[in-house]
């Protein structure tokens, strides 16, 4: 085979590698919760263009987030099952590459929403950078309160997009703050324990890493939905959104409740990964719902 062809077949899977690195799975959270924090901060007609380009800057810091990321836990990825193919780990890219394509990334999303969404939402974007990278990254691998410190840069989102709509931090950012941080916890320990195994080897302290019969680990995914009922129906007690919200509400944050109960139940993988996924489809109907029924302010 002929070296231009060798390279032609090469580079989609090097394009591939550095899409990888922006983890789209995260990105595209990121990109729904900024999203409906525009819309709901939005008083009169939605200026579309505008909420596409802080919905762009946004994602741009949160996949530059992901790539530095990548770039950090590179040695530890080698030892997860789960992460051993990454573009790092499998040597698809070298960490100078990831490092580069990450600081790039960051440097423009936040450029751009300093231009087109304002001081605020651009000082927010960096704060959630650094403080995913700075803080919860490196206390992964020395303490279980890891998660409750990452849940912070992984609820800001909507709260960039309500600032750069509203120009203020009041509220109704706290409220979608609340809703998606209180969310976290049911999602990610249940990942984490289908997962223990794998951070145990890379020694990262996710709750199921030292709760090895998951009482602590089942007790705080109750406990946290749960609180998000209560945290999910403020908005429509302090009139931000409608009555539809509201029962829509209560309907669907008791389900993941019963979800989480059951999936107590027997602490199995297999339950594990069904509250998992249950909680991939609560954020968009319940965010969903809060945007349809929005209230005038």
Not at 14 to 43: E, H, I, N
Not at 65 to 74: D, G, K, P, Q, V
Not at 115 to 133: H, K, M, N, R
Not at 267 to 277: E, I, Y
Request: hydrophobic residues 50%; glycine residues 8%; contains cysteine.
């Amino acid at each position: 085979m002929s070296t231009a062809r060798t390279t032609e077949l090469a580079q989609p899977s090097k394009l591939s590698a550095y899409v990888a690195l922006t983890k789209p799975d995260v990105s595209f959270l990121v990109l729904m919760t900024t999203a409906a924090g525009f819309y709901m901060g939005v008083r009169g007609p939605v200026d579309w263009l505008h909420m596409l380009h802080v919905v762009f800057g946004t994602m741009m810091i949160a996949a530059g987030t992901a790539a530095l990321n990548h770039y950090l836990e590179r040695e530890s990825d080698r030892h997860m099952r789960r992460t051993a193919s990454r573009p790092l780990p499998s040597g698809q890219l070298t960490p100078a590459e990831a490092l580069r394509f990450g600081v790039l990334l960051c440097v423009a999303g936040a450029v751009d929403l300093a231009i087109t969404g304002g001081f605020l939402p651009c000082l927010l974007g960096v704060f959630t950078c650094l403080s995913y990278l700075l803080a919860y990254t490196p206390l992964k691998t020395r303490t279980v309160w890891a998660t409750f410190i990452g849940a912070i840069p992984g609820a800001i989102p909507p709260m960039i997009g309500w600032t750069a709509a509203t120009g203020k931090l009041d509220t109704p950012a706290w409220l979608l703050f609340a809703i998606l941080f209180f969310w976290q916890f049911p999602h990610f320990h249940a990942i984490a324990w289908m997962y223990r195994e794998d951070y145990a080897r890379a020694g990262i302290l996710m709750l199921p890493v030292v709760d090895k019969d998951g009482t602590r680990t089942f007790r705080q995914i109750i406990l946290y939905a749960a609180s998000l009922i209560a945290v999910s129906l403020l908005p429509a007690i302090m009139g931000f959104a409608g009555v539809l919200y509201f029962f829509g509400a209560l309907v669907s944050c008791t389900g993941l409740v019963q979800v989480c109960l059951w999936a107590a139940n027997s602490k199995s993988n297999n339950r594990a990964k069904w509250l998992m996924h249950a909680t991939v489809l609560h954020i968009p109907i319940l965010l969903g719902l809060m945007m349809y029924d929005k209230l005038p302010r």
